[in-house]
């Protein structure tokens, strides 16, 4: 079901796409948009894992550095039959983590500074068994098609509505005029939007289905959800402040430059995840 949702999603966003290119341009606008959509995809598909290593200053570490980390992800790795993934940690005091990769051989987790210290050995295995759960998906991948394809569309209709406004756009011959201008602003507005909602339905369900992963792997929803609500409490007091490209990666939602962050949010509400973990609310 989550596949198929995932499809049917990542479909819309790109038929989004090319309507854009269509209205902007026709035919011959949709072809450039399926082509510059093709050329993004391609982009995401290599370099967006080092993408987002790089962003967060990411650095390797060696097994000698951080025994815990590795002796957790080489279990997991060799119960689930999944390749040992590359260990980086971010110099940060903010806890949080989040794993990266086109694939299961070419995939990396990230572990902030500040989650070290912060969280138990099984609440700490219960997050990197999510994190291995978004590897084994292929969430990663998916994460950052769809990221890469919603910006692409959010920017060329920002483009096309100012300049619709100051009249100097040069979409097809349908759009001219008035109407043309007003439909441009609508566009504007209403693409970005709808790209938006596309990209948070798919990043959510990632993030259910990654949170079954990590509870079924170590067997311990219950550390897994003790995990989510410490990340939550001690991230408010030190937040980290991500890219709006990146900050569906990780396990829990870091602060971003966008303007009302919290509605539109790429993760679920801590309290959500922790009830479907539980498979109640938690008790208060």
């Known amino acids: 079901m989550q596949i198929f949702k995932t499809t049917f999603l990542l479909t819309a966003l790109t038929v ?8 902007l341009g026709g035919d011959t606008g949709m072809v450039i948009a399926l082509i510059f959509a093709a050329g993004l995809n391609f982009t995401s598909y290599f370099f967006s894992d080092k993408i987002a290593l790089r962003t967060y200053n990411a650095q390797p570490v060696t097994r000698e550095e951080l025994p815990q ?6 279990n997991l790795a060799q119960r689930e039959q999944l390749p040992m993934p590359k260990v980086f940690v971010i110099p940060t005091d903010s806890p949080n983590a ?14 902030t500074r500040g ?4 969280l138990t050995n099984d609440e700490l295995a219960g997050v990197l068994a999510h994190e291995l759960g978004h590897v084994r998906n292929r969430d990663i991948l998916i994460s950052s098609i769809t ?3 919603a910006g692409a569309i959010m920017l060329i209709a920002r483009m096309a509505g100012w300049a619709a406004l100051f009249g100097g756009y040069g979409g097809n011959d349908r759009n001219e005029g008035e109407g043309g201008a007003l439909s441009a602003i609508a566009l504007m507005i209403l693409a970005p939007l709808a790209a938006t909602l596309i990209q948070l339905a798919i990043s959510r369900s990632r993030e259910y289905a990654a949170d079954a992963s990590g509870a079924q792997w170590t067997g311990n929803p219950q550390a897994l959800a003790s995990a989510l609500e410490k990340l939550d409490a001690y991230a408010r007091q030190r937040p980290m402040l991500a890219t709006p ?14 303007m009302l962050a919290g509605l539109f949010s790429t993760h679920p509400p801590i309290p959500d995840r922790v009830a479907r973990l539980l498979g109640r609310p938690r008790a208060e």
């Open 98 to 111: 989040f794993a990266t990769g086109r694939n299961p051989e070419h995939a990396s987790v990230a572990v």
């Open 245 to 258: 490209s990146t900050a569906h990666l990780f396990i829990i939602a870091p602060r971003t430059r966008q």
């Open 147 to 149: 990221a890469t394809v």
């Open 16 to 23: 989004l796409f090319l309507l854009i290119g269509d209205w």
């Open 115 to 118: 989650i070290l210290g912060l």
């Open 69 to 74: 980390v590795y002796a957790i992800l080489e």
